[in-house]
């Protein structure tokens, strides 16, 4: 079973940067997408970027040209850099593992612990 393990977090104003981190471990003999999810108070979880096992690369509308995912293989993690920070971007931020089946599934298998973002105005 994969593990993962989600980081990086923190509070910054308006216009600044973050990035988040997710160790991945337990996955031997299995391929993963991966992905981001945030959930701000009294709100649904949403999905913010995806990574599928060929790097490309999906991204929410409201994060698009703002946020970047990628993957470091050979160290196990995945990433996400979040630029130009909002006050809408508040939440706690979720990394999630989809195991591939041909496909990259809509709803992840595994999910991180998260990790809060605040940004202040």
């Known amino acids: 079973q994969v593990q993962l393990t989600d980081s990086g977090g923190g509070s910054v104003q308006t216009g600044g940067s973050l990035r988040l981190s997710c160790g991945v471990s337990?996955?031997?003999?299995?391929?993963?997408?991966m992905g981001w999810f945030r959930q701000a108070p009294g709100k649904e979880r949403e999905e913010v970027a995806r990574?599928?096992?060929?790097?490309?690369?999906t991204y929410a509308d409201s994060v698009k040209g703002r946020f970047t995912i990628s993957r470091a293989n050979a160290e196990n993690a995945l990433y996400l850099q979040m630029n130009d920070l909002k006050p809408e971007d508040t939440a706690v931020y979720y990394c999630?593992?989809?195991?591939?089946?041909?496909?990259?599934?809509?709803?992840?298998?595994?999910w991180g612990k998260g990790t809060q973002v605040t940004v202040s105005s």
């Open positions: 337990g996955y031997i003999g299995r391929r993963y997408c």
């Open positions: 990574i599928d096992i060929n790097d490309k690369t």
């Open positions: 999630a593992a989809l195991e591939y089946l041909g496909y990259c599934p809509r709803t992840p298998d595994v």
